[in-house]
């Protein structure tokens, strides 16, 4: 496909090989900077961006093929750029708590990787944002990443890329959107947990903590009937890489009178392409997925939140030669399912070591934030709650891996959130989910349900401090993150 064409089609910039990449030195700058960005007419918003606009331009990056890129900080503030779901070490992963340096205020960063694995990962800010709605993922520093596989044997027509993402945010008390979307029971003791400790804040006084709304909505950080359509003709397979950019949704999508067959999940091809009408995509994962254009007309292809949907949540699909406006309609309640996407009638190999984690909920347990832990600690470990801010750079492993050997986390959830749970560094397979067995899925982000249970596997691989955590970023900030080590 020529460039401006697909240009045109995913309506995303590719970024420009920077003036020092011409000179020989860098491949690509990325400047981290204020901007005002249009998300439609009459709604401009000031936000910190990557190359003053968002989404942040696509990267593409040959797997194997080292990649230098000068990150420079246009801002006051001290940065982080995270390359989410890629194999490359702390010193350039982009996490204070592994140490990475800071890309400094008003100052420079040159880093140099190997890119892989090949697939569809991303870019983020990860820095701590806590009760500042201005910082951290909040802000537009988000930007899609492709790392090209040698040949694509996939089988489409066109590639559109999809950018979700949330704007002008505020607190609010209680929570605000329907979780209850995976499969699978909740586990007795983990609720009885939960609610126990419910009770006991209540009983304090307590209220609900807080929780992050939001006013404007956007795909490719245009609202629904404000950016440019995505064209189609009938008869075309369409590949789409979408990703949660959010700071803290969970997100759905549908397209009325098609349906989507996954290929993959967090940019790693799945065993078995299974089709659905509706994806389930939690903060920060992607979904690869074909569409088959065979219903002639105008659509919206959008949230099936209504209230998400009606403030630009969605992005119109116009087939050639059809024209009107966008129609929607419901799809059916569907639920999401992992298990489908896995390899089916064989076992996992059993790990050298398993880690259990449980996770809990303090009701606004600091300055009317939730607090959370892990293991009955929160990020932020013997150093009160107060010390928090303060001590995310400095907190000391709270498990050790061994090199070579395969570990598999078994993840409690005794809360009443879904929790999409990250680790850097490294993919995981999932090899249990509500309840069934499964193998094959690998991913580097998993949606926990609430009061559910799952495990997943990985192979210690790469050495290095490992920051572990959920990407929901109220949660990561008031105490949901662990770090391993490698002895
Ligand atoms: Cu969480």
Redesign the pocket.
Known sequence: MERAEFLRLTGAALAQPSADALAGRADYTLRIAQADVELAPGHIVRTTTYDGRFPGPLLRLRAGRPVTIDLVNETGVPEQLHWHGQLVPPSVDGAAEERTPYIPAHGRRRIRFVPGPTGFRFYHTHVRAGSDLGKGQYTGLVGPAYVEPPEDAGRYDREVFLVLKEFVPSFSHGGDMAQDILTGRNVPELERRGEAAMRRSLAAGMPKGYEVGYRLFTINGRMLGHGEPIRVREGERVLFHILNASATELRSLALPGHAFTVVGLDGNRVPTPATVPVLWIGTAERVDAIVEMRKPGVWVLGDTDDGDRAHGMGIVVEYAGRSGAPRWTKPPDTRWDYARFGARGMAAREPDETITMTFAKRNAAFHGFNV?TINGQPYAGGASLEAMPRSMDTMKPMFHLREGRRYRLHLRNASD?L??IHLHRHLFELTRIAGQRTLGVIKDVVMLGGYQELELDFVANDPGLTLFH???QL??DFG?MALFDYV
Do not use: G
Request: negative net charge.
């Open positions: 959370w959130d929790h999409p959920c990407h929901q949660h990561m949901f």
